[in-house]
């Protein structure tokens, strides 16, 4: 495999500075929503910690070095997820985190975000225009800027998940992994694709936020006007140059789905795997579910990566969704 930014040495050490709480997390054989599938389905649960998603891996790792810097301050943008890790890691570690975020991201991650006592800067746009924010603050009172995806931090922590895939896992033929900025996909792909080469890597996208998709179709950064999702945590209109790098030697396949697939994988998840998921951690679910002949006989893992998700809105949209019986 041609090299990415990622080192599987790097990858390995970050699990010594990451809280255990965010380590081997269940894997498991969910044979209730295997009839319903058509294949041999494996979840990677990434809900069960304290920030209920994958992101304080990375962000462990980010505060670990932050922790030995002299300002020891730092500050991102976040659609909710990454605020709440960051927030939460620094918080350990007594650095000053301050998260920038659109007034329209989901409210419980907001409300999380200000209880991890983070500051919190709301702004009228969306999280694109959150970058931008974050971005003039770090060069203002010259602190560190985490970026998610494009600081390698982020993308080694979430490596750390492929790691204990191919580490403890039976033989499984595809995983599949939901596409934001990149730093699950390309993390978890890059020990995939060095461990286990034969495994297939399907990166997976809202077709309402499709960027990073059409871009490693096209072998181009694309990028779009909006975003048309109730995917929060993955819908971003500009991908990262050094990211798509990654992405096009790791991924074998980048597939978009439709928001009424979204709705059916959550509520699939929640009836046959007692599992209450945000709209993100159902994309592999919704992926299966829309060409369920191309996955038929193989055992595919499915990343559930955060479970952050308003109450009102997700009980509209369970409340809307097909039943999925055997």
């Not at 300002?71 to 909710?80: I, N, P």
């Not at 399907?202 to 006007?225: E, F, H, K, M």
């Not at 060409?291 to 308003?310: E, K, L, M, P």
């Amino acid at each position: 495999m041609q090299e990415t930014r990622l080192d599987t040495a790097r990858i390995r050490a970050a699990r010594r500075v990451i809280d255990p709480v965010f380590l081997d997390t269940p894997l498991y054989r969910c044979e209730a929503l295997e009839p319903g599938l058509g294949c041999t389905v494996s979840i990677k649960l990434e809900t069960a910690n304290p920030v209920r998603s994958f992101k304080g891996r990375g962000t462990e790792v980010v505060a670990s070095l932050l922790a030995d810097h002299a300002s020891r301050a730092a500050v991102c943008a976040s659609a909710g997820n990454l605020g709440q890790a960051l927030a939460w890691s620094g918080r350990g570690r007594g650095l000053d985190v301050t998260v920038v975020a659109s007034r329209f991201a989901t409210r419980a991650k907001l409300d999380r975000i200000r209880a991890l006592d983070a500051g919190l800067e709301l702004v009228d746009g969306d999280h694109e225009m959150a970058r931008e924010r974050a971005a003039a603050i770090a060069r203002y009172d010259g602190i560190r800027l985490v970026e998610d995806s494009l600081d390698i931090e982020t993308c080694e922590g979430a490596a750390t998940i492929g790691l204990e895939l191919v580490d403890t896992a039976p033989s499984f033929d595809t995983v599949l992994i939901a596409l934001g900025g990149g730093a699950l996909a390309t993390g978890v792909g890059h020990v995939v694709k060095a461990l286990a080469p034969e495994v297939e890597v399907i990166c997976v996208q809202p077709l309402g936020a499709p960027a990073l998709t059409l871009s490693w179709r096209r072998r181009r950064v694309v990028t779009t006007d909006s975003t048309d999702t109730i995917a929060d945590g993955v819908a971003g209109r500009y991908p990262i140059p050094a990211v798509l790098d990654d992405l096009l030697l790791v991924a074998d396949a980048a597939v978009l789905v439709q928001e009424a697939s979204i709705i059916s994988g959550m509520r699939m998840l929640l009836d046959h795997a007692g599992l209450v998921v945000e709209p993100s951690a159902a994309l592999g679910i919704a992926a299966i579910l829309e060409d369920r002949d191309r996955f038929a006989d193989r055992h595919v893992v499915t990343i559930v990566c955060g479970s952050n998700v308003d109450v009102d809105a997700y009980h509209r949209w369970i409340g809307t969704a097909p039943l999925h019986r055997s």
